[in-house]
């Protein structure tokens, strides 16, 4: 069974630093991982998905890699500003299991 | 592109009451999910529908919910009778077919209090 893990559970940094969320997972056999972005009261919005062949995916200042056989994912954040303020979760996709996720990191950036 | 819409965005009911969620995917998507995330937990995925039929519905509490999706549209999820331990925020997503190589699409919530 797929066990995720998050960390640190919460996070709160000033506007322009450069920030790293971690994600493990304890079944490597995966197709892919998705990391989300959840702002309060609201769903969860797709950020990137990482296909488990690849080790980076971009997307603007996100930048996400994944480690499968050492179960990890990061979630590198460059520059961040106040509006990136939300929780962040992973989910790793192991293909005959539906998307387990973490509990998130929820993140606030000091204007 | 219309987003996945669900209904009501809040609801309080007593317990052993019941209630009930509307949601209507996204055109097209033949993959509609439900998901239970409790306060500072993750989404725990309750049920999973491949256009109507139901794909994984493992972590369903079926003595008291259940939920359909006629015609492969739009689905609802009914609990009754309601405990308190179900306050959560219930989310639908949806994805053009099973594959985790598809990304999810969710809609806003609905948030269910149970006094």
């Known amino acids: 069974k797929q066990e995720v893990t998050q960390i640190p559970a919460a996070l709160s940094v000033p506007e322009g630093e450069n920030l790293v969320l971690n994600c493990s997972f304890t079944d490597s056999a995966i197709y892919n991982l998705q990391w989300f972005r959840q702002d309060p009261g609201k769903g969860l919005t797709s950020l990137l998905l990482i296909q488990s062949s690849q080790r980076e995916q971009t997307s603007g200042r996100l930048n996400a890699s994944l480690d499968k056989s050492s179960g990890r994912s990061t979630l590198y954040i460059a520059a961040s500003q106040p509006g990136d303020s939300a929780t962040y979760l992973c989910a790793p996709y192991s293909g005959n299991t539906p998307l387990v996720f973490g509990k998130g990191t929820r993140l606030s950036v000091i204007a | 592109e219309a987003g996945v819409a669900q209904s009501p965005r809040y609801k309080i009911i007593e317990k052993r009451q019941s209630v009930a969620f509307w949601c209507n995917p996204i055109?097209?998507?033949?993959?509609l999910y439900w998901y239970q995330q409790i306060l500072g937990q993750g989404p725990k995925l309750l049920i999973q529908?491949?256009?109507?039929?139901?794909?994984?519905d493992s972590q369903l509490p079926k003595d008291r919910f259940s939920a359909e999706r006629l015609k492969g549209v739009d689905s609802t999820l009914k609990i009754q009778p309601a405990k308190l331990e179900d306050s959560a925020v219930y989310l639908c997503?949806?994805?053009?077919?099973?594959?985790?190589?598809?990304?999810?699409?969710f809609g806003a919530g609905s948030r269910l209090t149970v006094l």
């Open positions: 997503a949806s994805s053009r077919s099973a594959s985790g190589a598809n990304v999810l699409t």
């Open positions: 055109s097209g998507h033949a993959t």
């Open positions: 529908f491949q256009n109507n039929g139901v794909v994984d």
